[in-house]
């Protein structure tokens, strides 16, 4: 009968400690691989979203901008009041 010594045990349990660490260390660097291609991506499209909302905001302005002067005097000439033709080219 053959006795294992504890210096022969410990030795295995490092070599087994060892080979589960690299196992670890190599599935951490795959994930941390695959997440950065996905935040990537997601960066890429909150980029695309951002310019977008810009976009949007930017016409939405100027769609206000266009109309709120003829609204204003279609307001006025409904309440009865007569809209002021020349507004701000007056001296």
Known sequence: MSYVTKKELEAQGNV????????????????????????????????????ARMILDANVKALHEATSACIERKAKCLSGTAPDWLGEMRL
């Not at 690299?22 to 695309?48: G, M, S």
Request: net charge neutral; proline share 0%; hydrophobic share 40%.
């Open 16 to 51: 087994l400690m060892g080979a589960v660490t690299e196992v670890f260390k190599r599935e951490r660097r795959h994930t941390d691989e695959l997440l950065d291609k996905v935040q990537r991506q997601i960066d890429a499209q909150n980029v695309i979203t951002g310019a």
